[in-house]
């Protein structure tokens, strides 16, 4: 009980206990005078001096090193793995923050922040996202040039977009490639329009996030410093 009303910000838990045992707290209409008390948040309806207390949501901020053959949503039309199949023992739900295609792996975030989640996913915060590909073909410095002026794919041109060549190998090349947009297949589109189609796609950072070496397959918790980062790239910038 006690901790569901620190929780809410009523007081810290020591002085909620006091309360409780001044018969300040009702539950459900009846007073209470217990602090070991059990509640539901969810059912039961707690008053402190009269005033109902809301919940307030813990927030969760996950990140997962997605395998290829699971899908970024909550469920699958075609009963195919979900990402959510790969999260155990995680209180409540979350959702995908953004999304990666069944066949690209690497990082993806996940949060019941609903409103983090509109912002970092939203067009105008232009956060970047960076992957490690195999390609087709060896990339050249006309490829490069492409990616930063722009490339056409079906109705728009795409943003200037980096692309680096980490290597080559056995014909093919890996590639690390920066998008700030988050188009469908737009990795593998503008791969493809230059002429080397993707043969493996990994995010492998999104802002200056990354995976700092969790095994495909794994998820931690984000950490204050990354949580913090993400909700500066989404604050509105203070006019200088
Ligand atoms: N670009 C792609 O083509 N696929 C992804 O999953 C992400 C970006």
């Known amino acids: 009980m006690q901790k569901i009303m620190a929780q809410s910000g009523v007081a810290s838990r020591r002085k909620c206990e006091e309360i409780i045992c001044e018969g300040r707290v009702k539950v459900n209409g009846r007073v209470i005078t217990e602090p070991g008390c059990k509640v539901d948040s969810d059912k039961d309806v707690i008053e402190v001096d009269g005033n109902i207390i809301k919940k307030i949501d813990e927030k969760i901020y996950i990140l997962l090193n997605k395998p290829v053959g699971y899908i970024t949503s909550v469920k699958d039309q075609f009963g195919r793995p979900t990402v959510l199949d790969l999260l155990n023992g995680i209180k409540g739900r979350v959702y995908p923050v953004g999304r990666l295609d069944y066949d690209t792996e690497g990082l993806l975030i996940l949060s019941n922040d609903g409103e983090l989640t509109?912002?970092?996913?939203?067009?105008?915060?232009?956060?970047?996202?960076?992957?490690?590909?195999?390609?087709?073909?060896?990339?050249?410095?006309?490829?490069?040039?492409?990616?930063?002026?722009?490339?056409?794919?079906?109705?728009?041109?795409?943003?200037?977009?980096?692309?680096?060549?980490?290597?080559?190998?056995?014909?093919?090349?890996?590639?690390?490639?920066?998008?700030?947009?988050?188009?469908?297949?737009?990795?593998?589109?503008?791969?493809?329009?230059?002429?080397?189609?993707?043969?493996?796609?990994?995010?492998?950072?999104?802002?200056?996030?990354?995976?700092?070496?969790?095994?495909?397959?794994?998820?931690?918790?984000?950490?204050?410093?990354?949580?913090?980062?993400?909700?500066?790239?989404?604050?509105?910038?203070?006019?200088?």
């Open 118 to 240: 509109y912002k970092i996913t939203h067009p105008k915060h232009n956060i970047k996202k960076t992957y490690r590909a195999l390609i087709q073909g060896k990339v050249k410095k006309d490829d490069i040039e492409a990616f930063e002026k722009g490339i056409a794919i079906e109705d728009y041109v795409t943003a200037p977009a980096k692309m680096e060549v980490v290597r080559y190998s056995k014909g093919n090349s890996i590639v690390d490639i920066i998008i700030h947009e988050g188009r469908n297949r737009q990795v593998r589109k503008m791969c493809s329009a230059i002429g080397h189609e993707v043969i493996r796609l990994k995010r492998t950072k999104i802002g200056e996030i990354g995976l700092r070496g969790l095994k495909s397959g794994k998820w931690r918790y984000l950490n204050d410093i990354e949580i913090g980062y993400l909700k500066k790239q989404v604050a509105p910038k203070k006019e200088e």
